[in-house]
């Protein structure tokens, strides 16, 4: 496989890096994909939020977070007014979906980098979302196990402050809304994201769910 590094300020745009995303070889995800999924949602938005890697459905589509755990994904989010297409950039750790859905391998991480890099890079995002455990790993270095940290900002190399939250696919496997779960720990992260977008006047196109008001 080759793996040459290339300069993240060389593509011109973020399109042109999606084409190359569209055509990577850097690793070996790229001979089981059907195609690289790059993103979904607005280029110019000033959250970002970072995935682990496609699943199924998003590597039949080409989409990121349209599976189940995507449409519980974009429910979280629409329940404080955060429209996934208008106010947020969605992409992932990997661009390829790794065989079985497992996580990815540090070198198939390190390998799809750059291109994360350039797309914050492009993106310039204020406040980054980390889903998941993995998304944690690949942008703060850190391995604290997500529930120590989520709902905490942390500073990040590239401007933007990050908030570790759980992985939807976590919370479709745990449900439960009671108080202290992490389904209500979610709604609590989510709130606090809303209120800083707000706090630092980023636009939130809809209204706030009168029970998440509370
Ligand atoms: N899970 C992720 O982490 N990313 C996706 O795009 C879909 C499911």
């Known amino acids: 496989m080759e793996n040459t590094p290339f300069d993240i300020h060389n593509p011109v745009s973020l399109k042109e890096l999606a084409c190359e995303a569209a055509t990577c070889t850097r690793c070996a995800l790229s001979r089981t994909r059907t195609q690289a999924v790059f ?12 995935g682990e890697g496609p699943g199924q459905q998003e590597d039949e589509t080409g989409v990121p977070f349209v599976g189940r755990a995507g449409q519980l994904l974009t429910q979280i989010l629409s329940s404080v007014g955060i429209d996934r297409k208008q106010d947020i950039y969605i992409c992932n750790t990997v661009k390829c979906r790794p065989p079985q ?38 942008v703060l270095k850190t391995k604290q196990g997500i529930t120590r940290i989520r709902g905490q900002w942390f500073d990040t190399p590239f401007g933007a402050k990050a908030m570790p939250i759980f992985h939807p696919s976590y919370l479709l496997r745990n449900p439960s809304k009671e108080k202290g779960t992490p389904k209500w720990l979610m ?24 029970l998440a008001a509370k």
Request: charged share 25%.
């Open 39 to 50: 993103s979904d949602g607005n280029p110019k938005a000033s959250v970002m939020l970072i």
């Open 101 to 138: 859905n497992r996580k990815p391998e540090p070198e198939e991480m390190s390998a799809c980098f750059p291109y994360l890099e350039g797309q914050i890079y492009w993106v310039k995002p204020k406040l980054i979302l980390l889903a998941g455990a993995t998304a944690v790993q690949d």
């Open 187 to 210: 709604w609590q992260d989510i709130k606090e994201v809303r209120r800083v977008m707000e706090e630092m006047g980023i636009p939130v196109s809809g209204e706030m769910h009168p």
